[in-house]
């Protein structure tokens, strides 16, 4: 019981706090007009009233990642929930403000512009092509679930295929019409089913506090088979949404172009995530306590499934039929929220890289049709396997984010420590992850086996924990030297 509301209340003082204390480091000017007055153009660049910019910021960012990824991530013990608090305070709410207000002083500059600004033009290249690839991949990943749901929700006539392609249809409709159009009128109702089912689960949960682990239990994993599943780095992967996750980046620029005083950045990207951090703790908190603290039961049940079908369990048990569809509503809105502007941001960064006004339709198809082809053959895509490389794609994008915003405020004798800490601990994340988990590049996982199939002769073995955990230190050593050589000293 107490770790949960003691993290609960983490995440809601941070906000007040913390994040008033990274508002001054950022050097806010409310008299400075935003890019939505002064490169307003009616499509992306759309003065919105700020109740709407929190809502598709949110939307936007809470895909399936803080309800099926703290679902899981909750294997890992009450560990999981230091990490959504802790994680999300200073972390992700940090990565996700300083991210958007770097593009909102750019104007609206989208994630690679910003990055490459700060990092160089040879970064820059890379994360033009490494975003529009991922956005693509989230594309067509948030396409794959809701339709599963909604298919089993719906006759037997209206398929996957059927729901599959519905919901692309709506994602070429929000990736052409003007923000305000499509996005800003059907995101009120896609937020009212969302914020409906986490609260919800966590009205019921208040009722099954005592089967919520506690800290004091210890904070060692709770899966069979720990040697497989080492906290570090698997929980920090597992549970990216709902902490940190390098997507969120992607996202803020669309923002970016709609805020109307720069004084509301706290509340839109730092509110936005502390928000998500809250419902990724509900979900963890109520995946054990519906199976009344029983971590084994749990893991059989998620042996081999998605969380998806213990979502709808959850919510049709404690909330009833109507208060269940309501809940699964908001489930099936969280992915497409994000699948949508996924898809518009892909737009957006090859706009920006070609130098493209998106001013006309004709223009806006120019670009979208080939993004479109795109994520349509990536769907055909095994989805296990998308969602596997989804995942430390995600959390490299983070580190790039967190590094090139730690040089800005570097460069401009600002308080960089509260994005190097977090960009120090995430780099070691990610490579470490990339290195050691099947899903990375060890010589265990799919690419690996592929490689093996076309050259057999070719001696590939596991790396081994603890020498993964040494490459991690010794390439976060290289980019703490690589700061300090290139940026400090020439301060």
């Not at 996005?183 to 019921?204: D, R, T």
Request: aromatic share 14%; net charge neutral.
């Amino acid at each position: 019981m107490y770790s949960f509301l003691i993290s609960l209340a983490v995440l809601i003082l941070g906000y007040f706090l913390y994040g008033a204390f990274v508002e001054k480091v950022l050097d806010i000017d409310e008299s400075k007009k935003t890019p939505a007055y002064t490169m307003q153009d009616g499509v992306d660049y759309v003065p919105l009233p700020t109740w709407k910019v929190f809502l598709i910021q949110f939307l936007n960012i809470a895909g399936l990642g803080p309800i099926f990824g703290a679902i899981m991530g909750i294997m890992y013990g009450p560990a999981a929930f230091l990490w959504i608090a802790i994680g999300t305070i200073f972390g992700g709410a940090v990565h996700d403000y300083t991210s958007g207000m770097l593009s909102l002083k750019s104007n609206g500059a989208s994630l690679p512009e910003v990055v490459g600004n700060q990092l160089g033009n040879g970064i820059k290249q890379t994360m033009r092509v490494f975003a529009l690839v991922l956005m693509i991949l989230v594309g067509a990943v948030f396409v794959i679930n809701p339709a599963d749901l909604l298919a089993g929700m719906t006759p037997e006539s209206l398929d996957v295929q059927f729901w599959i392609l519905v919901i692309f249809a709506y994602y070429i409709l929000a990736t052409l019409l003007p923000i305000d159009k499509l996005i800003g009128n059907l995101y009120p109702l896609f937020g009212f089913a969302l914020l409906f089912m986490a609260v919800g689960i966590f009205a019921i949960l208040l009722g099954h506090l005592e089967y919520i682990p506690e800290f004091t239990d210890g904070l060692n994993n709770r899966y069979a088979n720990p040697d497989e599943h080492p906290i570090f780095p698997m929980m920090f992967v597992s549970i990216a949404c709902g902490a940190i996750s390098g997507f969120h980046a992607t996202q803020s620029p669309l923002m970016a172009r709609c805020i109307k005083n720069e004084k509301l950045g706290r509340r839109v990207f730092y509110g936005a995530m502390v928000v998500e951090g809250i419902v990724a703790l509900i979900w963890a908190a109520a995946a054990i306590a519906f199976f009344k603290g029983d971590f084994n039961e749990l893991s059989t049940y998620l042996s081999g499934k998605s969380a998806a079908p213990l979502v709808n369990e959850i919510s049709l048990s404690w909330l009833g039929q109507l208060g269940g569809l309501l809940a699964i509503l908001g489930v099936i809105a969280a992915p497409i929220t994000s699948g949508d502007t996924a898809l518009r941001t892909a737009r957006l960064i090859a706009a920006d890289f070609l130098k493209f006004k998106q001013n006309t339709i004709i223009r806006r198809l120019i670009i979208s049709v080939p993004i479109f082809l795109a994520s349509y053959l990536i769907m055909q895509i095994n989805f296990q396997i998308l969602w596997r490389y989804f995942g430390w794609c995600n959390q490299a994008l983070s580190v790039f984010t967190l590094w090139a915003v730690t040089v800005y405020l570097a460069r401009n004798k600002k308080q960089y420590w509260i994005t190097l800490i977090p960009a120090l601990f995430m780099t070691m994340v990610c490579v470490s992850y990339i290195v050691f988990a099947p899903e990375g590049f060890s010589f265990d996982n799919y690419i690996a086996k592929y490689i093996v199939e076309i050259m057999p002769g070719l001696n590939l073995i596991t790396v081994d924990y603890a020498i993964s955990i040494g490459i991690a230190a010794v390439v976060t050593c290289v980019f703490c030297t690589l700061f300090y050589k290139n940026v400090l000293k020439n301060k």
